[in-house]
DNA sequence: CTCCTGATGTCAGATACTGACATGGAGGTA
DNA sequence: TACCTCCATGTCAGTATCTGACATCAGGAG
């Protein structure tokens, strides 16, 4: 019973089914808003994505990381963007204009209804909520690193990426939370300016 | 095959021995620190107790948290720096004195060893390092609470919170890890003014 | 003495995850 | 065509984590 009924000639008829990850992250987000994150088994998952549960472990290392799939191309992003900063920028205005850029791409309204609905599930599930940590840990970490290539040293570049970091986590929450009266961006910029004066006091 | 061979009085003979919270984290330590945290069981850890596994995780959550038994604590350590921090400290100052104040308990001998061990392990295994960063959050989620109750407004106590736990982090790590060139409190005040200097560049 | 409380044990089960091996179209090569 | 290799997926058995339901039984309260 494939949701995804799609129709096949005998010529295009391919052994399985394409995009066997794509669907398996399409089953696992209607599970878990129409049943619930811990309702919904692994098994379930495979299920509704016509695989079976050994394939899902193949594709995602457990069940929570089926939620993560754009973390990756979230930390490239991140990162060009700190590299291509301009070279006069302070290490934390450089990652806070990565931030800002990286984050755009989240808001045409697709993408809207999906970062809503992950949102309520990561705040809903501490487990989820600890998987969204280290992805965001592992992020600071590459921001870091990045800063270091800028000739940014140790301890500054560190401190940096965190509180860039920091940054992000409040702008998007005031951005997701809010009924749209500001744009992702000025939520990131509202967060560092509140950031700087605070350090400043 | 109780480790604790604890002797007893038929008087003071009570029916179970005591203390199978600290049982059970001293045996998950040892044991975590003998075989690694993958390779030992809770039923291992249970029985090194003295006690089952269904035991264990009445006293705690899942696996993990057995490592976490301080978090607690600190947290509440925390609130109340931060609640006994002079009038006229700024938000910033207010969380980083709670911690460097909360964090100097950690430098006698005896727990030295244990905070090394425990920090080795939090960084061997992502599965730790997770519940690690949820504890952090949560314990920044608590200082900004007090710090609202100290006045302080929405975004400036979220950011000062996430500042100050960012700065604990980086001044921590820097404390374990460092051959004891300086004392806790010198690394976390350390990072704060590479924090301020940072914000303010 | 009796009853109740509460920490622990026992047992069965669901679910997450893993290793080993089997299957069978696709696509290449002779 | 015949054959062969590749590789995504399936099948199966097993282990470990975690949960609910119920049993046990010393100690304390009355």
Redesign the interface.
């Known amino acids: 019973m494939s949701v995804t009924a799609i129709m096949y000639d005998a010529k295009s008829m391919a052994r399985w089914e394409p995009d066997a990850r794509g669907r398996l992250e399409k089953a696992a987000m209607e599970l878990f808003q129409q049943r619930g994150y811990v309702a919904t088994t692994v098994e379930d998952i495979a299920a509704r994505a016509g695989l079976t549960e050994r394939t899902f472990f193949r594709y995602f290392a457990d069940k929570r990381e089926v939620l993560f799939s754009g973390s990756k191309e979230l930390e490239k992003n991140i990162v060009d963007g700190i590299e291509s900063a301009p070279k006069g920028a302070?290490?934390?205005d450089a990652v806070a204009a990565a931030f800002e850029a990286a984050g755009a791409e989240l808001e045409d309204r697709r993408e809207l209804h999906f970062v809503r609905a992950r949102y309520a599930l990561v705040m809903k599930h501490?487990e989820i909520?600890?998987?969204e940590?280290?992805k965001l840990?592992s992020l600071s970490a590459a921001a870091t690193k990045a800063l270091r290539k800028r000739g940014v040293s140790e301890?500054?570049a560190?401190?940096?990426a965190?509180?860039g970091v920091?940054?992000f986590?409040?702008g998007f929450e005031?951005w997701v939370t809010e009924r749209k009266s500001k744009t992702f961006a000025q939520h990131i910029r509202?967060?560092l300016h509140?950031?700087?004066t605070?350090?400043?006091?």
Do not use: H
């Open positions: 302070s290490p934390l501490a909520q600890e998987r940590l280290i840990a301890p500054a560190r401190l940096a965190e509180a920091a940054v986590k409040i005031r509202a967060a509140a950031l700087k605070m350090a400043s006091a």
